[in-house]
């Protein structure tokens, strides 16, 4: 290893030529790549409280947040604590320790309706884990989801809506067999009618529903008034398991899930992001009667070298605490309130088209007017003058979400003057 030629790159050109030559396409996950938005990736180097610093020494504003994890900032002083403890007493045993069970416990308090949970490694393994123990318990293959919804990465969910809705899906990857994916079923979001339809032609052979109770992976879209009971309604009819991701909404609006906080109950519950504070964490939970399925004590196979990572445990159960002792969750919508409404006034004055969906401290900037309640609104927008304002915003010292298709975050750690120069500078992008 020659260290010393390592730590002479500085910029982010040089280290994304490094970066490009030994990890395909210089990064560990395609949407750090800029390619929605052209030009170089940022480099970080470190970040605390609302802000990172790049290998350039240049300190951003954050809105990115490790795209939801971050609800508490950058390196929060007790979650760094905690964790530098975990570390001390040992990384990683195999073996049960006191924290899961105390993690789990808390979980279940948090979420009534989850009555066990089974910790993983991240969000996509506990989609896939939702859908097994879906499958496996009702003895069904069809997967129904919704167009523009991501739930990680797994074959069968890597699906694009084919020709027609009611037909099975296409691959949206290389590599994803057509098999893969002949057993999921796609229907724009907020659409019951498509729902119904699909139930009359395949609800007895459908397994599961698996929907984003807040859309948050193509922009940010509620739920229609309706529209997640109405999903309830047509599992409990056709016999389907009903899964809500929560990756992206759980604990971020409170301590607990949207499903709880909207009154719509799922079957089975995934979560990620928050709950492992930074560190990679997902779990899957909700009735006993479906999650006493997973082996060991059912059929369901599942298993993780690293679940319930003591040290993943350790920054998930500060920050959660952390959570419920301070509930920082009015502030921090508060603070997206203003953005919203500061950003919006700009945008008004500039003669810019926009259209911002907000919701706690979560916000998309759609470049386009319309109100958008699926992925064939949101691709509508101004993806051009989106990236615009993104390189805008980045030469002033803001990180935005490198995609229109993506929602920002707003933290604990952010603060008024972090929400007020946002909007002078968003003010002058939109001039430009
Ligand atoms: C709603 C949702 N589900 C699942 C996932 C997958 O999580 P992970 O990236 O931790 O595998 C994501 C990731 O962004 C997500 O937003």
């Known amino acids: 290893m020659n260290n010393a030629k390592h730590n002479e790159s500085k910029t982010d050109t040089e280290l994304f030529a490094r970066a490009q030559a030994v990890i395909p396409g210089g990064v560990n996950s395609p949407v750090r790549a800029f390619q929605a938005v052209g030009g170089t990736p940022v480099f970080v180097k470190e970040g605390r409280g609302s802000k990172i610093v790049t290998a350039e020494d240049r300190e951003l504003i954050d809105f990115c947040g490790s795209w939801g994890p971050l609800i508490l900032g950058h390196a929060h002083p007790q979650v760094v604590e905690d964790v530098k403890v975990a570390v001390e007493h040992g990384m990683t045993f195999g073996i049960n320790t006191e924290r899961e069970v105390e993690f789990a416990e808390l979980l279940c308090r948090q979420i009534p309706y989850m009555d066990q949970v089974r910790l993983v490694s991240s969000g996509t393994e506990a989609t896939m884990t939702a859908l097994r123990l879906a499958r496996g318990v009702t003895g069904r293959n069809k997967i129904l989801k919704f167009d523009g919804c991501y739930h990680g990465h797994a074959d069968y969910l890597l699906v694009a809506a084919g020709s027609g809705l009611l037909t099975g899906g296409t691959a949206s990857s290389a590599g994803v067999c057509a098999s893969a994916v002949q ?3 796609l ?16 609800g007895d052979a459908l397994a599961a529903i698996i929907v984003e109770p807040i859309a948050g992976n193509m922009g ?5 008034e309706g529209f997640l009971e109405g999903l309830r309604e047509a599992a409990n009819r056709s016999g389907a398991v009903l899964i809500f991701d929560e990756v992206i909404s759980g604990f971020r609006l409170a301590p607990t899930t949207y499903g709880n906080s909207c009154g719509v ?10 709950i492992g504070g930074g560190m990679p964490m997902g779990a899957v939970g909700g009735r006993r009667d479906i999650m006493e399925n997973l082996a060991p004590l059912g059929n369901v196979y599942q298993a993780g070298t690293l ?6 445990i350790a920054a998930g159960m500060s920050t959660l605490k952390i959570l419920i002792e301070d509930s ?3 502030r921090i919508e508060k603070l997206a309130k203003k953005l919203v409404s500061g ?9 810019v088209d926009i259209n911002i969906a907000t919701k706690g401290g979560m916000f998309t900037i759609f470049f386009q007017k319309n109100d958008v309640y699926n992925l064939d609104d949101a691709k509508k927008s101004n993806t ?13 010292g803001f990180y935005l979400q490198p995609s229109q298709f993506e929602v920002c975050f707003i933290s604990a750690a952010h603060t008024e003057d972090d929400i007020t120069t946002f909007i002078t500078a968003a003010g002058k992008a939109f001039k430009q």
């Open 328 to 330: 920082p969750y009015e």
């Open 220 to 224: 940010l879209i509620m739920p229609n």
């Open 265 to 274: 109950t799922p079957d089975l519950t995934c979560l990620g992001k928050i």
């Open 384 to 396: 051009v003058k989106h990236a615009k304002f993104f390189h805008n915003m980045l030469s002033n």
């Open 307 to 312: 679940s319930g990572n003591p040290v993943a």
């Open 343 to 351: 950003v919006q006034e700009k945008a008004d004055a500039a003669g």
């Open 183 to 185: 057993d999921v079923l």
């Open 187 to 202: 229907a724009p979001y907020n659409d019951l009618t498509a729902v119904e339809n699909i139930i009359a032609e395949h």
